[in-house]
């Protein structure tokens, strides 16, 4: 058995007895996951400098994030505040390390949906926005709209207060070795807050050397990132046409409704059953409503990681 | 009752009695379903004119496409070949007819999927193709994308030699009363070839006024378009944002394979149960591997038709 089965299981197990002690909430408990990429992550590989730096910007994002939980924010407020600090590092390719595409420029995709409401706010193709998921939240709270791309989308970005950058914000760290080359490091996170709400997003800079104009499942609502308080939060990374063609996370919420699944099993059959015969590397983050989480990858590793109330935040890397 | 269940019904009783007497296949005969969209169309507020013109090209779509199958052609052929003649027709909101967005100028949407496969193919906020279900075709069959907008989208095309054409051919039919002003007018198809296979395209100008940059379900795989030899074929059309958020293609699919649901009962369901009472309004069109065929709407109306072996080109507009 592979040991990202047992993460899963092991995971499901602390989920479980967490929410059956829990005399407060008809839900789980206040919980944040987050990822920032699956692909050649290998034990060895990567430096302990570089282990520490992503370890740091993991934990920050899930500190940033639980904060905001812990004070009674909303799922999807979390998911944003998590995913600001991976944008704004140059670690990971979202925001400010991301990839540039064929023709030497960056163009980012994101997306956001909340569980209780439905409602999802997406870009895709944007150029200038320094926080994609920042103008995703907008789309979703502020316009009838779920998906805005392109020139349109930094359009609405500016006329509402979005902050919108220089090309030389993200192409300052172009040529440092710590950026990405692989396409490694779409970043995502699921929440689950007091109401008992749930909340997916994802923001990335795409696969390098794309043809302009590609849009990938990080910014697709049901693909990259989906939310449904029946069932489940879900943020992907990966190869994202295979993603986008599974509908994956609407798949993964689906399983669970209508066969019964539970999250782990829904999520580890998706990713393991569906995707990777067909080619399709990568992984999800998962969560529901119980508190349970899921971190299910293909690839050799994922940079993943979750935070409890009364427990410290816990990042992996590995298998 | 209403009037489209009886429709749903009984045509799911005719394709039942077709397939049930086919000696030939193991699947369904040969069948292509086509939608021009679903909104307010009343009896006795069209012309006898304006029905007549509605007719004549919805029939004229499904002898297009229906003769790709009949000449042993693939399902994805077909719904493009039926998708074509919608697009150049001024009457419907897809192509040379496409609405104006808040800038004044058009941005479509479109997209593919073959059941088979599972490939996919989607272009968004394109300004300057022709055919935007030929691009999205083209990315399916001659790319490793799924997704591309804007002016990538419209760079990739031109690459492909796919017709570009100037503003003044969208245009020119502005100001004519026949074009669309409500949005309604999207155009869908769904087919089932001789070797048993579905596919499933849509093509829009979107929403009139809309943000530049808006996209709807209509170029967003498991949304818009969907299909899954496993389950269904389905092109939708309506308020784009609910049914991105309800995933509604693939949704349906999900029904039929985890719920075992008849594709008539899984559509009925989601247009009428799920979509309506949240305020999305629409339809859907749909196939099934046996043939069946499914055209449900929670509007006053449906431009729609299908087309079977040995049988007329059947169209309807009302409930």
Same mark, same amino acid.
Do not use: W
């Given at each position: 058995m592979k040991s990202y089965v047992i993460w899963v299981l092991s995971l499901f197990?602390?989920?479980?007895? /967490?929410? /059956?002690?829990?005399? %407060?909430? %008809?839900?789980?408990p206040i919980t944040l996951v987050i990822h920032g990429g699956a692909g050649r992550i290998? =034990?060895?590989?990567?430096?302990?400098?570089?282990?520490?730096?992503? &370890?740091?910007q993991l934990i920050n994002a899930l500190e940033q994030g639980f904060k905001i939980l812990e004070e009674g924010g909303e799922s999807a407020q979390a998911v944003v505040a998590a995913i600001q600090i991976m944008e704004a590092s140059p670690l990971f390719n979202a925001g400010k390390g991301s990839v540039r595409n064929r023709d030497g420029v960056i163009e980012m995709d994101a997306s956001i949906m909340e569980g209780k409401t439905s409602l999802?706010? $997406?870009?895709?193709?944007?150029?200038?926005? =320094?926080?994609?998921?920042? $103008?995703?939240?907008?789309?979703?709270? =502020?316009?009838?709209?779920?998906?805005?791309?392109?020139?349109?989308?930094?359009?609405?970005?500016?006329?509402?207060? !979005?902050? !919108? @950058?220089?090309?030389t914000y993200f192409h300052a760290k172009s040529t440092d070795q710590s950026s990405p080359? /692989?396409?490694?490091?779409?970043?995502?996170? @699921?929440?689950?807050?007091?109401?008992g709400n749930l909340?997916?997003?994802?923001?990335?800079?795409?696969t390098p050397k794309k043809h302009p104009g &590609?849009?990938?499942?990080?910014?697709?609502i049901g693909a990259g990132t989906y939310a449904d308080n029946r069932s489940c939060a879900i943020s992907?990374?990966?190869?994202?046409?295979?993603?986008? &063609?599974?509908?994956?996370?609407?798949?993964?919420?689906? &399983?669970?409704?209508?066969r019964k699944q539970s999250l782990a099993r829904a999520a580890e059959d998706v990713i393991q059953e569906t995707l990777k015969p067909i080619g399709g590397k990568g992984g999800v983050i998962g969560l529901d409503r119980a508190g349970n989480i899921a971190m299910v990858f293909n690839t050799e590793g994922m940079y993943r990681g979750y935070m409890r109330e009364s427990e410290p935040p816990r990042v992996y890397f590995y298998q």
């Open positions: 197990l602390i989920a479980a007895c /967490s929410s /059956s002690t829990d005399q %407060t909430m %008809t839900t789980g290998v =034990k060895g590989e990567l430096t302990p400098a570089k282990e520490n730096a992503y &370890r740091h999802a706010g $997406a870009v895709a193709g944007v150029r200038t926005i =320094k926080s994609p998921i920042t $103008a995703a939240y907008k789309i979703m709270t =502020k316009s009838p709209y779920v998906m805005l791309v392109a020139k349109g989308a930094q359009r609405f970005a500016a006329e509402h207060g !979005i902050e !919108i @950058v220089p090309p080359s /692989s396409g490694l490091g779409t970043v995502g996170a @699921v929440a689950l807050d007091r109401y909340a997916a997003g994802t923001s990335t800079g795409g &590609r849009v990938g499942d990080s910014a697709i992907a990374t990966g190869h994202g046409e295979f993603f986008i &063609r599974q509908v994956v996370g609407h798949e993964i919420s689906a &399983r669970m409704k209508y």
